[in-house]
Every structure is written in structure tokens, then in C-alpha cells.
């Protein structure tokens, strides 16, 4: 009879034993299983983020080398146009030099000294030029004078006596870069009259570089 109660309370002994053990088991392996999923959803947005943080990363070095490659084209660009003006500009200069040895060259060098004393309006005036157009300079001098004294009389009622001298120094002659023409000085040079066939040409160049970029670049 007692063994029969001590066997009784042995299995019931094992019993909650086993049952605890698996009640030990069942919540180990949902801590397991929770601790799984924690660990895997958390390596899951480490590597999203990480992905996300290269993509975002890769965009913005596109974006900075798309950028540079845009400056680099546009910077390209602008010198290929700036040589076909310097270009434009120099063919120009080409014709100047063409039509200073024109036979009317002398009649153009006149017009000019006129216009470049009225308007230095001085009194006493040098003239500079290049070294193979002294000798034309000097010879038209005197018609050039009478044509302005003439311009000034008739435009303010007082007759003039310019002192017009040209310089013949040989280290103050005008470069050949200037196509022709003359420059006009007064008071020690203190005022200066750039007539060169150069000045004039730029001159016409800055005025119509709107035009000239229109006909050259029409996508602007």
C-alpha cells in the first residue's frame, strides 16, 4: 500500500516535471523566436538605412558630377564662342589693314584728324600715327586743318588757328595692331583722341555684339 502511494507520488513528481519542463521549453522558444524576429527586423532597417544612406549618397555625387560636367560644357562653350568673336574680330582687323592700302586711304586719314580735333577742342594738338603714314599724314595736314577751321567757323562764328604738329618721334609711332588711323593728343597728353582704325573697329564691335551674338549663337 505505501509503495503503491510512493510510486503515485513519484509520477505525479515527474509529471509536473515534465510539464514544467515543457512549459520551460515552450517559453524559451518564444523568447527565442521574439528575439529572432527582434533581431532580424533590426538588421532589416540597419540595412535599409544603410542602403538608403548609399542611394542617397550616390544621388548626390551624380547630381555634383552632372553639375560639373554641365559647367564644364557650358564653360567650353563659351570659349569656343569667345574664339570665334576673337576670330570675327581679327578677319575685321584684316580688312582695316586692307583698306589702309586703299587709294582712299588718305581721303579716310583726313576725315579722321578732323574728327579728332573737334573733338579734342584744343588749340595746340599732336598727332601720332604709323610710321609708314607720317608722310601721308603731313601731306593731307594742311587740308584736314582748313576743313575743321571751316567746320568751326560755321558752326560757332569764330575762326580758329589750330597748332597742329605731327610727331615724327620714332619710339611714339602708332604699332601696326593698329590697322592705320591716328591718335590726337593735347596738354602733355592729358587728352587723348583714339582714331585708329583699331579703336574704331572696336568700337563697332562692343555696339553690335548683341547683334553679332544673335546671328552667330540664335539658341541664345
Do not use: W
Amino acid at each position: 500500500m505505501a509503495s503503491d502511494q510512493i510510486r503515485q507520488m513519484v509520477n505525479f513528481i515527474l509529471q509536473e516535471a515534465h510539464e514544467k519542463a515543457n512549459e520551460i521549453r515552450v517559453k524559451t522558444e518564444h523568447d527565442f523566436n521574439l528575439e529572432k524576429q527582434t533581431l532580424v527586423h533590426e538588421a532589416k532597417l540597419n540595412v535599409q538605412e544603410e542602403f538608403a544612406k548609399k542611394e542617397k549618397d550616390r544621388e548626390v555625387q551624380e547630381r555634383i558630377a552632372r553639375s560639373a560636367e554641365i559647367g564644364e560644357c557650358r564653360v567650353k562653350k563659351m570659349k569656343l564662342r569667345d574664339g570665334l568673336l576673337q576670330q570675327l574680330i581679327s578677319e575685321a582687323g584684316e580688312k582695316c589693314g586692307m583698306v589702309a592700302r586703299g587709294q582712299n586711304y588718305p581721303h579716310l586719314l583726313q576725315k579722321l584728324i578732323v574728327q579728332g580735333l573737334i573733338k579734342i577742342e584744343e588749340n595746340t594738338v599732336t598727332i601720332y600715327t604709323r610710321e609708314e603714314d607720317i608722310s601721308v599724314v603731313k601731306q593731307i595736314l594742311p587740308d584736314a586743318i582748313s576743313e575743321y577751321v571751316d567746320i568751326m567757323e560755321r558752326e560757332s562764328g569764330v575762326k580758329l588757328d589750330p597748332d597742329v604738329t605731327v610727331s615724327e618721334d620714332p619710339a611714339k609711332v602708332l604699332g601696326e595692331d593698329t590697322y592705320g588711323g591716328v591718335t590726337l593728343t593735347a596738354i602733355n597728353g592729358k587728352i587723348v583722341c583714339d582714331n585708329t582704325m583699331s579703336s574704331r573697329l572696336n568700337l563697332v564691335y562692343e555696339e553690335l555684339l548683341p547683334s553679332i551674338r544673335a546671328i552667330l549663337f540664335p539658341e541664345q
